[in-house]
C-alpha cells in the first residue's frame, strides 16, 4: 500500500542554518504531495503542495520538488527561524479522499 | 477566514464516562476527517466521511467510538465509556473532493481519561 517515510527527529540547528527534512514515498499512481507544519497546541496546516513530477512547492521560505525518479519530496529551509520550531509531517493522497502521513519530524530551532 | 471549528478544546472525565467531540466542517467542503494523535502512536485517521456518508471507519474501536454527521455543519464523535487509553488530541479535518485533497484541520479536542 501506498506510504510515506521521513527522517526521524528531533532535528535541533541554530538560527540561520539550513534546513532539510528528508521525505520518500511509496505509491501505486501519480500521488499529489504535502508538507503540513502542526505548531504547539495547534492543528495540522498545510504549508506547501506538488502535484506532478517536477513541481516546486514553496511557502514561507520552504521548498519540496516533487522528484518521481527518486520518488521524494525533500523540505528545504534557506536559513531557519525560532519561529519555524514545530513538527513537520511529509504526505500524500493518491487514490481517493484519503491523505497519508509520515510520522512527523520535530524541528527545534535555537537562537 | 474559513475556519474547522472544534468544540470542547479540553476535556477531562473519568474512566467510564461518554464523551462527544463536536466538529463544525468550512462551509461548502464535502469531507470529513477524525484523526487521534498520541505521543506513542502518532496521528491515526479513526473515520472519515464524504457527503455525510461514512466511508471509513476501520481506524476506529468499534465496540466504544462512534463517529456520525447529524448535518453538514456538524460531525460528532463519541466515545461510550471511555477509558484512560483514550487519552489523546482529537482533530477534526474537511475538504473537497478534488482540490487535490487538501484537509484543512481543526484545533484538536485535548481529551484525558482519568
Known amino acids: 500500500g501506498d506510504s510515506v517515510t521521513q527522517m526521524e527527529g528531533p532535528v535541533t540547528l541554530s538560527e540561520e542554518a539550513f534546513l532539510t527534512i528528508n521525505c520518500t514515498y511509496t505509491?501505486?499512481?501519480?500521488?499529489?504531495l504535502f508538507w503540513y507544519v502542526q505548531y504547539p497546541g495547534e492543528g495540522l496546516q498545510l504549508l506547501l503542495k506538488?502535484?506532478?513530477?517536477?513541481d516546486k512547492g514553496s511557502n514561507k521560505g520552504f521548498e519540496a520538488t516533487y522528484r518521481k525518479e527518486t520518488t521524494s519530496f525533500h523540505l528545504e529551509k534557506g536559513s531557519v527561524q525560532v519561529s519555524d520550531s514545530a513538527v513537520y509531517f511529509c504526505?500524500?493522497?493518491?487514490?481517493?479522499?484519503?491523505?497519508?502521513f509520515g510520522k512527523g519530524t520535530r524541528l527545534h530551532i535555537l537562537p | 477566514d474559513a475556519r474547522v471549528t472544534q468544540t470542547p478544546r479540553h476535556k477531562v472525565t473519568e474512566m467510564g464516562q461518554e464523551v462527544t467531540m463536536r466538529c463544525q466542517p468550512i462551509?461548502?467542503?464535502?469531507?470529513v476527517f477524525w484523526y487521534r494523535q498520541t505521543m506513542m502512536q502518532g496521528l491515526e485517521l479513526l473515520a472519515y466521511?464524504?457527503?455525510?456518508?461514512?466511508?471509513?471507519d476501520s481506524g476506529m474501536p468499534k465496540d466504544r467510538f462512534s463517529a456520525e454527521m447529524p448535518d453538514a455543519t456538524l460531525a460528532t464523535l463519541k466515545i461510550q465509556p471511555s477509558e484512560p487509553r483514550d487519552s489523546a488530541v482529537y482533530f477534526c479535518?474537511?475538504?473537497?473532493?478534488?482540490?487535490?485533497?487538501?484537509?484543512?484541520f481543526g484545533p484538536g479536542t485535548r481529551l484525558t481519561v482519568l
Open positions: 466521511f464524504r457527503n455525510r456518508a461514512p466511508l471509513d
Open positions: 504526505a500524500l493522497s493518491d487514490q481517493g479522499d484519503k491523505i497519508i
Open positions: 479535518a474537511s475538504g473537497q473532493t478534488g482540490l487535490y485533497n487538501e484537509q484543512f
Open positions: 462551509l461548502g467542503h464535502n469531507t
Open positions: 506538488a502535484t506532478k513530477a517536477d
Open positions: 505509491a501505486t499512481g501519480y500521488p499529489s
